[in-house]
């Protein structure tokens, strides 16, 4: 028997999930000038990978997955150091145009505006909770522990290395807060590159983790009340000359003025853009407020229940502020497409510039026990509190749904309909299997 090296070409779809098509490794330049074919109903494959029907597209039509060799990254499939090579593809139709419901062309859309508009570009990078499914029968949590760390010692050792060779550039690997929980965070990078390695790093950790026959998860929450697997997005601006413009000691926050109106903007459509930020029905059992994940649609300063949050700054030696200051994101998770995610955050961030939005009200301290009047007061708002409603709140946004095409709010509301209908058939402990397992 032979076994022939291969190379695969991905798109990633409204479930998140990596898909494509692959061939033999030694075809692989051919492949990054032809691209290889796609089905228009592929963006209506849910969760659990049925494609739900009725979807705009039905059986009929072709597009092409076109590789960008921006995005290409090895992964090492076993032991033996055998690499294989991934690509990411944007959507093209036969004629060679960007397919409009295609996420990825979505983000660079997003990142072309802003850049023509405000000749700003955005960095950004995913940072990604996960939690290991078999704790090996341990009856207490080790939160931040060293007992964590050298229990996983081999595969946070192999995954950061399977991290660094795709060049995702890796920084922090800790176990976190949760059961069993762990988190990992790479280098900022500009915009379309850090959502490319969000898309990455998943399907790699899964992978290194199954390597070792571990089952690991980045769903949401995987048991009632348990903790949550957050994916937490920072954004900085930087001006055409590469210069950080998202700081301004002179003003509240030291929040630029013009970070300021983009984070205004963001707030402003934040229920709207909920739905594609946090994709599942169960995303919304994590979004509550003592989680320390986002508690309610407002701008804190060094609050983990900000929805967006104003990192802190460290005098650290050779500090330099501008490029350290940025703004998380706190309310998006795995079961959303990092494309997705981005180009909501930068497209609600650009119309905050446009409109001149002036920079929200900052909370400063505790906010999980304000009462329901100190809220309204501060201008607090609750985040929509299922998919449902955030699926609402999207569609009843002519702004934030106007940004995309109408085929592509019809599959997404089609695919996220039928999910919260499959998921209120399951009793709890069948759901949380099913997202745990999916994601
Ligand atoms: N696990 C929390 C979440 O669900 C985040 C904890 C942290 O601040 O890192 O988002
Ligand atoms: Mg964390």
């Not at 997955?65 to 036969?94: C, F, K, Y």
């Not at 994940?293 to 929805?307: M, P, Y």
């Not at 702004?399 to 089609?414: E, H, I, K, L």
Request: charged share 20%.
């Amino acid at each position: 028997m032979r076994k022939e090296p291969l190379g695969i070409i991905l798109t990633a779809d409204l479930a998140a999930k990596a898909r494509g098509r692959a061939f033999p490794q030694q075809d692989f330049q051919k492949y990054l000038s032809t691209g290889c074919g796609w089905v228009p109903a592929n963006l209506a494959i849910d969760a659990f990978g049925s494609i739900v029907t009725p979807n705009p597209f039905g059986s009929v039509g072709d597009l092409r997955l076109m590789p960008d060799v921006s995005s290409i990254a090895t992964v090492a499939l076993n032991h033996s150091g055998e690499q294989t090579t991934m690509v990411l593809a944007d959507i093209h139709t036969p004629d060679g145009a960007p397919w409009e419901n295609d996420p990825r062309s979505f983000l660079k859309s997003a990142v072309s505006d802003l850049e023509a508009e405000t000749g700003l570009s955005v960095i950004a990078s995913f940072e990604h909770e996960f939690m290991l499914r078999d704790d090996g029968g341990s009856p207490v949590n080790t939160p931040f522990s060293l007992e964590s760390f050298l229990e996983e010692e081999e595969f946070g050792g192999l995954l950061v290395a399977a991290l660094q060779d795709a060049g995702l550039e890796p920084e922090m690997w800790l176990p976190e807060f949760g059961r069993n929980q762990f988190e990992v965070t790479i280098r900022p990078a500009p915009a379309i590159v850090a959502a490319d390695r969000a898309i990455y790093l998943r399907e790699i950790t899964r992978h290194i983790a199954s390597q070792l026959g571990k089952r690991i998860t980045f769903a949401p929450i995987i048991e009632e009340n348990g903790g949550g697997n957050g994916v937490h997005v920072h954004v900085s601006l930087q001006d055409r000359e590469s210069r950080f413009v998202t700081y301004d000691p002179q003003r509240p926050g030291n929040l630029s003025e013009i970070a300021g109106s983009f984070a205004a903007g963001i707030l402003e459509h934040a229920e709207a853009i909920q739905a594609l930020a946090a994709s599942a029905p169960i995303s919304y059992e994590r979004l509550v407020p003592h989680r320390w994940s986002a508690g309610g649609v407002f701008l804190g300063e060094n609050n983990r229940e900000a929805l967006l949050r104003i990192c802190p700054l460290f005098d650290v030696p050779g500090a330099n502020h501008q490029k350290q200051y940025n703004l998380e994101y706190r309310a998006a998770d795995a079961t959303a497409n990092p494309w997705l995610v981005l180009g909501c955050l930068i497209r609600a961030g650009l119309d905050g510039i446009r409109r001149g939005l002036a920079a929200p009200t900052i909370v400063h301290g505790e906010s999980g026990d304000l009462s329901e009047s100190e809220r309204a007061e501060l201008g607090i708002r609750d985040i929509p509190s299922t998919l449902q409603a955030a699926l609402d709140a999207f569609t009843g946004s002519e702004t934030v749904s106007g940004w995309f095409a109408r085929d592509f709010v019809d599959t997404f509301v089609a695919v996220k309909r039928a999910e919260i209908a499959r998921v209120e058939a399951l009793d709890p402990a069948e759901k949380y299997d099913a997202y745990a397992t999916s994601y």
